[in-house]
């Protein structure tokens, strides 16, 4: 498998399937992300972190925009768009609207495929501006 199907096979296992204990197949034990500038350190803090995203964000379904890699594979960057309602996202009320937003993930992927780090942004300033504003 090469990198960029390993990338979104883990979009598919984890997130698009909602489970975050198929982390243990992709990542190492030491992986970190770094989101929006914070570190988490650890794969089980990393599926701690996903448990909770997934928790604000019902019907979670992550589009895969377009992933592509470097020349030896070591680096894998994904676009990507998230849909589902909102259940807390942000902060926000609970309050079910539908929610959208896009993200570039960079990926470390080890020669033997398994993920190393990932760097994440996330459009999430526009989504808390939508999701704070009274409709028109």
């Known amino acids: 498998m090469n990198a960029v199907e390993v990338v979104e096979s883990f979009w598919r296992d984890v997130w698009n399937a909602r489970n975050p204990a198929a982390v243990d197949e992709y990542v190492v034990e030491d992986f970190v ?13 990393f599926k701690k972190w996903i448990a909770a995203f997934l928790a604000q964000v019902h019907d979670f379904e992550l589009e895969v925009l377009e992933t592509f890699q470097n ?3 070591s680096r894998v960057a994904s676009r990507w768009r998230v849909h589902g309602r909102n259940n807390g996202v942000l902060g926000t009320e609970p309050d079910g609207r539908p929610i959208s937003f896009t993200g ?23 989504l808390f ?7 028109a």
Not at 108 to 121: A, M, Q
Not at 129 to 135: G, I, N, S, V, Y
């Open 33 to 45: 992300i770094t989101n929006a500038g914070q570190r988490i350190e650890g794969r089980e803090n």
């Open 71 to 73: 020349h030896d594979g």
């Open 104 to 126: 570039t993930a960079v990926w470390e992927v080890r020669e033997d495929g398994k993920l190393v780090h990932n760097h994440v942004e996330r459009a999430s300033w526009e």
């Open 129 to 135: 501006q939508r999701l704070t504003t009274a409709p």
